[in-house]
């Protein structure tokens, strides 16, 4: 116990100093398993964050429009790989991930169990989603494990052009003709709030966020980081003539900060606890595509070890 | 799951010649030349990179943390490796 609280103690010293943790460093359990849990969340988020887009890359209005959509729900795999790689190094196998997934047992961001009915949505995912996203994510680039941050610097590089092409996808509707301004606003008004439930509970109901930010795994709480993405993003709709769904938003001169109302924390409980619009739906879709796949899987196994099999034939032959 | 018995690999990038390969990350495959095929699609999407090593982890014996001390802090006491040590007339030039 002794010997357990000063390897405790001094680990804490080493965060504060800003070092980073590597794999292979002695860390408290609390913290891996904090860790395991966050990258997997992340790492699901950005898997599962792909069918709400894909839903329209066979619908997308041009060709332009479908290459980019494609290249960006691309990216979101990539996404997920570098952050399952970096759960990994943590000792937690692939496998278990995904089970944990599919079970039920782990969770993804909740903003994805809200259905994407409209091409305007591809829009204001880029813009809100992404953007949310990223708020969180130049955040965690300094978070103290290391392959977490560098999964995080490599992520936040791409995250900027997914942001960007969604907000032009919404000046285009929003400068467009009244039907599509209206198909803009109509979006924003079904993606605003879940894009700020996107930060997680408010600070006084987030016990874990104190264990976290001493750690430096998050360095700004939840309501900081809500509060950066609101100011960021009103000026945003305000260029496109679109209004936020939010009658007690207005800025606070003495505080230099924009105040908005009171987010419906019953909702966000309750797609996270399963009963949002599409949380079946997208388990079920995980589901299907990882058993459809298994097939894939196994002939790859196969082929991989015939390949090896004929190598050792041939060197033994020679 | 079938899927258990594809292994992991680290993944290095030379991002141009002249450059060293330099670790990115890591994927699982069934055999090398589909970690090189996945490692082209996920790490090098934005010209990251002109090569790709994949090398399977297992294979990689790495320095435990533990033995930092005994194994790098030698090198701390011998200051005479570094040029700063020798005190040199600034009238002699070019040194
Ligand atoms: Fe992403
Ligand atoms: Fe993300
Ligand atoms: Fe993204």
Redesign the pocket.
């Given at each position: 116990m002794g010997t357990n609280v000063s390897l405790e103690d001094k680990f804490q010293a080493y965060v504060d100093a800003e070092n980073k943790v590597e794999p292979k460093d002695w860390m408290p359990e609390k913290y891996r398993k904090t860790l395991i849990r966050q990258i997997s969340q992340h790492a699901h988020s950005e898997i599962i964050g792909m069918q709400p887009e894909a839903n329209w890359i066979t619908r997308a209005p041009s060709l332009r429009a479908k290459l980019i959509l494609l290249a960006?729900v691309q990216?979101?795999a990539g996404?997920g790989l570098y952050l399952y790689s970096a759960a990994e190094t943590l000792g937690e196998p692939r496998e278990k991930m995904i089970a944990d997934l599919q079970s039920g047992k782990a969770k993804y961001s909740s903003i994805f169990n809200y259905p994407t009915p409209s091409w305007a949505d591809m829009g204001t995912i880029g813009w809100l989603v992404?953007g949310a996203?990223i708020q969180n994510q130049v955040m965690l680039t300094r978070t103290s494990y290391g392959p977490y941050a560098r999964a995080m610097v490599k992520i936040c590089k791409e995250?900027s052009f997914?942001q960007r092409q969604g907000y032009e996808v919404v000046m285009k509707l929003a400068q467009g003709t009244p039907e599509q301004k209206a198909m803009a606003q109509e979006s924003l008004n079904r993606w605003w709030w879940p894009s700020l439930m996107m930060f997680g509970p408010s600070d006084d109901n987030s016990p874990n966020s104190e264990q976290s930010m001493k750690w430096k795994i998050k360095r700004k709480s939840n309501d900081t980081l809500r509060q950066e993405f609101v100011d960021k993003t009103v000026p945003q709709a305000e260029y496109l003539g679109l209004t936020i769904p939010d009658p007690d938003l207005k800025w606070n001169e003495e505080r230099g900060h924009y105040d908005f109302g009171e987010i419906n924390w019953a909702e966000f409980y309750d797609v996270i606890k399963g009963n949002g619009p599409c949380n079946k739906e997208r388990i079920a879709h995980h589901v299907k595509a990882h058993e459809e796949g298994a097939w894939v899987r196994e002939a790859a196994n196969a082929y991989a070890k015939k390949q090896a099999a004929r190598k050792e034939g041939d060197a033994s032959a020679a | 799951m079938s899927e258990s018995n594809w292994k992991l690999w680290e993944v290095f990038l030379r991002s141009k010649n002249g450059l060293s390969h330099k670790h990115v990350g890591s994927l699982h495959a069934a055999d090398a030349d589909m970690a090189i095929k996945n490692a082209r699609d996920v790490y090098t999407r934005r010209s990251e990179g002109i090569s790709i090593w994949v090398v399977p982890s297992e294979e990689i014996t790495a320095s435990s943390p533990d033995e930092k001390d005994p194994l790098f802090t030698p090198s701390d006491d011998k200051v005479y490796r570094h040029p700063t040590f020798y005190d040199i007339p600034d009238d002699v030039e070019h040194m």
């Open positions: 960006k990216d979101e996404h992404d996203a995250e997914h | -």
